[in-house]
């Protein structure tokens, strides 16, 4: 079993930032890829930024420039980095993280439970 945990959240005005750090605890043989999803109310779920243990990393159209995902693989630590912060970008952000117990298991998604990101204008 995993369990994300993501701190950081909050209430910022337009222009601003805030950094978003997710811990995954438990047993992991292999933590391929973790990211960052945000679902705004009302919408879908959607990915944002992901980052694989080698450090190849992705960023959504809408974040580009804006948002850096990193990641600490010693830690089983993901950040994001969000900076010029847009109302658009209120949303309920999970941390997902894609591990394997071991050399012969599925790869299996574990998600966080949220934080709420809400950007003011």
């Known amino acids: 079993q995993v369990q994300l945990v993501e701190t950081g959240g909050g209430l910022v005005q337009a222009g601003g930032s805030l950094r978003l750090s997710c811990t995954a605890s438990g047993s992991i043989f292999s933590n391929n890829s973790m990211g960052w999803y945000r679902q705004a109310p009302g919408g879908q779920r959607e990915l944002v930024a992901r980052i694989t243990s080698d450090g190849r990393a992705n960023t959504a159209d809408s974040v580009k420039g804006r948002f850096t995902i990193s990641r600490d693989n010693a830690k089983n630590t993901v950040a994001l980095q969000m900076n010029s912060l847009k109302p658009e970008d209120t949303a309920v952000y999970y941390c997902?993280?894609?591990?394997?117990?071991?050399?012969?298991?599925?790869?299996?998604?574990?998600w966080g439970q949220g934080t709420q990101v809400t950007v003011s204008s």
């Open positions: 997902a993280s894609d591990v394997r117990f071991d050399e012969k298991s599925p790869i299996l998604r574990y």
